[in-house]
């Protein structure tokens, strides 16, 4: 099965600042997704980016960017210039390549983000 | 706007009672999930369904059962079975051949045993 950690509970940035959130994972696939979700105050889920794992290239949406180590397992997300509005718990997730019933998404346990004014 | 809709957004049960969380989806997506959100827990898959009338268990499903006879619908229903019933409950979907897409979230369901 699956596992996906993120060692930082909690964790607090300035506004315009950049944080980094950690996130690995332990897997024997070869092809499988990535994602980062947000889930602010409010409690819906938002995706924030995903990444393909055979993709080389690291995605970018705007002031999100994750640097995917395949070898090392790993899917940190990194978040340029905080802005109040991202104060959430966000989860990495994990899915297999589709097949049967592999269309599973598997959550870590959340890092808590707060940005101060 | 196609979205998810769980109701209610606050349900209050008793100890012993059965109740049935609501999921409607009407972006015609194929597959639908409940999470359990506990926390410091994340999120722990409780059932899931890739097509009408078929569903299976996921990591959690003690305590819980669900139906899938409309595409659109999948209701949860937590039983008297479940011990801890407390926790923040969302549904999901997702489009069949679109699973890199992630999936759509509800707004939740708090359920609270008083």
């Known amino acids: 099965a699956q596992t996906v950690t993120q060692s930082q509970p909690e964790m607090s940035v300035q506004e315009a600042e950049t944080v980094t959130l950690s996130c690995t994972y332990d897997t024997s696939e070869n092809n499988y997704y990535l994602f980062w979700y947000k889930q602010p105050p409010s409690r819906q889920m938002i995706l924030v980016i995903r990444?393909?794992?055979?993709?080389?290239q690291n995605a970018t949406e705007n002031r999100f960017s994750v640097n995917f180590q395949k070898a090392a397992k790993s899917f940190s997300l990194k978040i340029s210039d905080s802005q109040l509005g991202d104060t959430a718990m966000y989860f990495c997730?994990?899915?297999?390549?589709?097949?049967?019933?592999?269309?599973?998404?598997?959550f870590g346990k959340g890092t808590l983000l707060t940005v101060n004014p | 706007d196609g979205g998810i809709t769980q109701s209610p957004k606050y349900l209050f049960r008793k100890e012993g009672q059965n109740v049935t969380l609501s999921c409607e989806q009407n972006?015609?997506?194929?597959?639908m999930y409940w999470y359990r959100q506990d926390p410091g827990q994340g999120l722990r898959l409780i059932y899931y369904?890739?097509?009408?009338?078929?569903?299976q268990k996921g990591d959690i499903a003690e305590g819980y059962s669900v139906s899938r006879e409309k595409k659109e619908s999948f209701p949860l229903t937590v039983t008297s079975a479940q011990k801890n019933p407390t926790a923040f409950y969302l549904c999901?979907?997702?489009?069949?051949?679109?699973?890199?897409?992630?999936?759509?979230f509800g707004s939740g369901t708090r359920l609270t045993v008083v």
């Open positions: 999901a979907s997702s489009m069949w051949g679109r699973y890199n897409y992630g999936y759509t």
């Open positions: 990444q393909e794992a055979y993709k080389q």
């Open positions: 997730a994990f899915m297999k390549l589709p097949g049967g019933s592999n269309y599973k998404l598997t």
């Open positions: 369904s890739q097509i009408v009338n078929d569903f």
């Open positions: 972006l015609n997506h194929d597959a």
